[in-house]
């Protein structure tokens, strides 16, 4: 009995064995054969762009500018519609940084399932909302807390504290929108390169002592003049995130964005809300210039010594130029665009 019961359990475990095997071999068939499909589906990818930029360029040069107007719009909308399913993950992608590839290594972030690369977009705009709060709320209890209970000196440690924050802030910010450009959004390249002065700013601040006494007023006014520009950059990201993301959903509905898109300071709202934001993004900007030139002051001038001064200065007069320059070249393509629209309803009427 013994000897039987040993050869049944032997002979389970070469079933097993087997069966172990013939399930490998049948994965790696299945990988195999979907590895040719998706290089086929990618082959066509690639076809279909190649095909709508000769159909573009042949719009553009033959049409009549009404009938090249709305075929441009016919073909935005089918090549929104491939890019906003499943087929995106077959489209050319975009490299990794070296920036994204120092923190996670040479792993594939792109997601091959559009759900999936939602999900990473979705979860950047609940970090984005968390941080706004944030963003006012820190400097603002930092300079509540200098005027009624520090007597108009602020102690080291709460500062640099909000400063490791603000470091952590950026690089979150930084790998989370690498990853978005990777699976297909359109941020521009001056935001990121934004947040990593930012987070090199935040860096060399931490090893900025914050004096005090004597003459405490003076050799914080930096400090206080970047804090009190940190509360108005609150204020605009909360605005940005509440009035423009809903024009956004309104763009991607007609066709004229991708899903992956994404809300940034220079991006388009309606009249109303041009009025309110822009404004506060070029003060924000003057102001941040301002800052910085008034640091590079008190570094020529001898008031302040440390190197760290020089060096936040210089990023942050960078920062605001970039900026600036974004925003404006924002506003042009914008006014293009509305000219193009008056010219193509003009044409029609008359027609």
């Not at 069966?19 to 290089?39: G, I, P, R, W």
């Not at 924050?165 to 699976?183: D, K, P």
């Not at 506003?331 to 193009?340: D, E, F, N, T």
């Amino acid at each position: 009995m013994a000897g039987d019961e040993e050869e049944s359990v032997e002979e389970s475990v070469r079933r097993l064995a087997e069966q172990a095997k013939e399930l490998n071999d049948a994965a790696a068939e299945v990988t195999s054969k979907a590895a040719k499909e998706e290089q086929a589906l990618q082959q066509r990818a690639l076809s279909f762009d190649v095909s709508i930029s000769k159909l573009r360029a042949k719009i553009d040069k033959r049409l009549d500018h009404k009938v090249a107007d709305k075929l441009e719009e016919e073909l935005n909308r089918a090549r929104c519609a491939l890019v906003d399913g499943d087929a995106s993950s077959f489209f050319p992608g975009r490299a990794q940084g070296r920036f994204l590839r120092m923190f996670v290594g040479p792993i594939n972030v792109r997601a091959s399932k559009k759900d999936v690369q939602l999900k990473v977009k979705e979860e950047y705009n609940r970090f984005r909302d968390r941080t706004a709060f944030l963003f006012l709320l820190f400097p603002s209890t930092l300079l509540v807390l200098k005027s009624w209970f520090w007597s108009g000196c602020m102690p080291a440690f709460p500062v640099q504290l909000y400063q490791a924050w603000l470091l952590f802030l950026y690089t979150g910010l930084a790998l989370r929108e690498n990853i978005l450009r990777v699976n297909g959004s359109d941020i521009r390249p001056w935001w990121i390169y934004h947040h990593y002065c930012a987070m090199a700013m935040a860096l060399v601040s931490l090893t900025w002592g914050i004096k005090g006494q004597p003459n405490c007023a003076e050799n914080q006014r930096s400090v206080e003049l970047f804090l009190e520009w940190a509360m108005m950059q609150g204020v605009a990201m909360l605005l940005q995130n509440r009035y423009q993301r809903q024009r956004l959903y309104t763009r991607i509905a007609l066709g004229k964005a991708k899903r992956m898109d994404v809300v940034w300071g220079e991006t388009a709202g309606v009249v109303g809300q041009l009025w309110l934001l822009y404004p506060i993004l070029f003060s924000l900007q003057g102001f941040e210039a301002y800052i910085g030139l008034s640091l590079l002051q008190t570094a020529v001038a001898g008031v302040v010594s440390e190197w760290q001064v020089i060096i936040c200065g210089i990023l942050l007069v960078s920062m605001a130029v970039g900026n600036f320059v974004n925003t404006v070249q924002t506003l042009m393509a914008k006014s293009r665009i509305k000219a193009k629209m008056k010219r193509s309803k003009s044409k029609h009427e008359l027609d």
